[in-house]
């Protein structure tokens, strides 16, 4: 792949001059290109000696952490993860209480600027977090290694279907900026990006889509969904596109393969979050993520604390590693994720095989909770039931769960009892299947859809 890179110096074109950041942000990649290969050991104990340099700090200016971290960072080797493994987990509840106890009330040189974010989170309450620009170079760094993972033509066109603010980026027209941000385009010559407010109803979208001709789309899944299968039933779709890229919201099963036979490319999800950024990556060759383990120290725990081997599923535990502005120390972002064996890439940074969720949305039962595992088997035997455009499961009672959806014309009563039949074979005799049929399918307050949610 030829990487073209942008000159910031007129009178400079080979080798090309970029410009002050983004030298800093490939000096970065340049480190990434080889940590990413290192033995996932190698790897730890890196982790270990920039999360000794955090502690430190927070310990010292962070007042919050002022009494609560003792002598963790002086400890080494195995003994250092066992005592950190006794650190209390960080909530959300515990970042609104503690308020602006958790900034440093001094930054070290070189950490630049702080921006500040506001995040809703699915409490509908937001958390007001600092970054410094030092954090947002790393940042910047992991945005362009997915870019790099993924071999994207930079001189193509970006599309994004996302949030926007109120008014803004608004059908027909949509907001227009000649590169594809910041990140990318402080080292490379890269084509236009072109963004469309995520509220517009899907047909406008659609017809915005067919009208840009992107060679990638950046959006939620469930508004990928709801394209791909509107685009086939109009028998019209995108004809230059080459990737579609997922943001935001769990990947639900099934959607990889539609899209694949609908439209012809492959989605490329990626794992963030607002308070602690980019988790992890998908990997260049298979559909797990990779842990992004360089500005990111992601545990998965299981019920007891434990780290989860291979296959299990636990709790997503996240420590930042560069933000000296506002230190989240095993910070308990809220979802579940399963722990995936080394990738066949090759790649030594750890991988999880799919995130889950939400713990407030396993199914409950007699025997206890846990999670309404849907393959893409399932989901693809259900769309073949009926001409069913978008669906959620929600369990409203002990034994009940209800069956929300959205269809390109009423069901016939043979579709109805084949997809009651469905349900109960999927989630147990023991639960009674209620068909609803919405107009409109619901989101957390952050905006987010889960397709199975329990309101136990
Ligand atoms: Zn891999």
């Not at 915005?208 to 509107?230: N, Q």
Request: hydrophobic share 40%; net charge neutral; aromatic share 8%.
């Amino acid at each position: 792949m030829i990487l073209p890179f942008e000159s910031a110096l007129p009178d400079i074109a080979w080798p090309a001059a970029v410009s002050g950041r983004g030298m800093a942000t490939l000096s970065l990649l340049f480190q990434l290109d080889r940590t990413q290969w290192w033995p996932a050991d190698r790897l730890r104990e890196s982790q270990q000696t920039q999360l000794k340099r955090l502690l430190h700090h927070a310990g010292q200016h962070v007042p919050f952490y002022r009494r609560r971290l003792g002598t963790l960072a002086d400890v080494d080797g195995e003994a250092f993860w066992q005592r950190w493994r006794d650190l209390p987990l960080l909530t959300r509840q515990d970042v609104q209480k503690a308020g602006d106890d958790l900034f440093s009330r001094a930054l070290p040189d070189g950490h630049g600027e702080l921006t500040e974010v506001y995040t809703s989170g699915s409490t509908g309450k937001p958390i007001h977090a600092v970054r410094s620009d030092l954090w947002l170079l790393m940042w910047s760094a992991v945005t362009v290694r997915e870019h790099l993972w993924h071999g994207r033509e930079f001189a193509g066109k970006l599309a994004a279907i996302r949030e926007s603010a109120a008014g803004k980026a608004l059908y027909p027209e949509g907001e227009r900026l000649d590169n594809w941000g910041f990140s990318t385009a402080d080292i490379f010559r890269t084509g236009a990006s072109v963004s469309l407010n995520i509220t517009t109803p899907v047909d406008q979208q659609l017809d915005w889509l067919l009208r840009e001709e992107p060679d990638y789309l950046l959006t939620h899944p469930t508004m990928l969904d709801r394209l791909v299968r509107r685009s086939a039933e109009l028998g019209r779709r995108p004809q230059r596109l080459k990737q579609a890229l997922t943001i935001s919201e769990i990947l639900a099963p099934g959607l990889r393969e539609l899209c694949r036979a609908e439209w012809g490319v492959r989605v490329v999800d990626t794992y963030s979050t607002r308070e602690t950024g980019y988790l992890a990556l998908q990997c260049p060759d298979t559909d797990h993520y990779h842990l992004q383990s360089e500005t990111v120290l992601v545990e998965i725990l299981d019920a007891d604390g434990r780290p989860c081997a291979p296959g299990e599923i636990g709790r997503v535990i996240v420590t930042p590693l560069h933000n000296l502005a506002m230190p989240l120390l095993r910070y308990d972002v809220g979802d579940h994720a399963e722990m995936g064996e080394p990738c066949s890439c090759g790649r030594g940074l750890p991988t999880i095989r799919r995130i889950l969720g939400r713990r407030q949305n396993m199914l409950r039962t007699a025997q206890g909770e846990r999670w309404p595992l849907l393959s893409s088997d399932d989901i693809g035997k259900l769309l073949a039931l009926a001409p069913i455009r978008q669906y959620q499961f929600a369990q409203t009672h002990p034994d009940r769960i209800e069956v929300r959806l959205q269809a390109a014309r009423p069901l016939t009563a043979e579709e109805a009892q084949g997809i009651v039949a469905w349900a109960r074979a999927k989630f147990g005799r023991e639960f009674r299947i209620d068909l609803a049929f919405p107009a409109e399918l619901s989101r957390s307050a952050s905006g987010k859809f889960e397709d199975f949610i329990c309101l136990l």
